[in-house]
């Protein structure tokens, strides 16, 4: 069965400083799927990026990066310089031949 | 591209009321997803659809709960006889296909008093 799981519940940090949110995942097939998905206050999902299983190279997109590595099952995001306007939660997902199944999140708290 | 839409975006019902929710997903997308929200949860999968076919119901979905696509556009989401327990964000998605990105709506808040 396929599982998610971010053990950071909550994270605070001072702007400016970087950070980085763990997602590690559990899956039975060769072929899946990886996303993260921001949900700010205002509650709606937000995509950010999809990373097929056959796709180990990091990516870089701004002050975001990912950090795949099948050895350890992890997907981890990092975000660079944090802005206040990052503060959020942040979901790690999982898909195989069925809809995503997310991990519980983790919030993100960026202090001015 | 006008996004997915989601009505209405608060309810609140007295327990062992009837309530729908409509999701009117992105225009071109195929695919649609119901979900559900708690606090401090990731959203989990209920049902989605494609086109009009429903092809996959979570266990979460207990025989109270019915969703429709008739015509493979808009859907709805019934709930009957509403407990307290159903209280929760019940979110829309839509998707051009398998394992694609799910584009979200912004939800419909459900408080059962």
């Known amino acids: 069965a396929q599982k998610v799981t971010q053990a950071q519940t909550e994270i605070s940090v001072v702007e400016k400083e970087d950070v980085t949110l763990d997602c590690v995942y559990e899956t039975r097939d060769t072929t899946y799927y990886l996303f993260w998905y921001k949900q700010p206050p205002s509650g709606e999902l937000v995509f950010l990026i999809r990373r097929n299983s056959f796709d180990e190279q990091n990516e870089i997109s701004g002050r975001y990066s990912w950090n795949f590595q099948k050895s350890t099952s992890s997907f981890n995001f990092t975000i660079t310089a944090s802005q206040v306007v990052d503060s959020a939660v942040y979901f790690c997902?999982?898909?195989?031949?069925?809809?995503?199944?997310f991990g519980k999140g983790t919030r993100l708290s960026v202090i001015a | 591209d006008t996004g997915v839409s989601q009505n209405p975006r608060h309810k609140i019902t007295k327990r062992g009321q009837n309530v729908t929710f409509r999701c009117d997903p992105i225009s071109e997308h195929n695919r649609l997803y119901w979900y559900r929200q708690t606090l401090g949860q990731g959203p989990e999968f209920l049902t989605y659809?494609?086109?009009?076919?429903?092809?996959?119901k979570s266990r979460l979905l207990s025989d109270r709960f019915s969703a429709e696509r008739p015509k493979g556009s808009f859907s709805t989401l019934e709930i009957q006889r509403t407990e307290q327990g159903d209280s929760a964000m019940y979110l829309c998605a839509s998707s051009s296909g398998d394992r694609e990105k799910l584009f979200f709506g912004s939800g419909t808040q459900l408080s059962v008093l």
């Open positions: 659809f494609q086109n009009e076919a429903q092809l996959e």
């Open positions: 997902a999982l898909s195989e031949y069925t809809p995503l199944v």
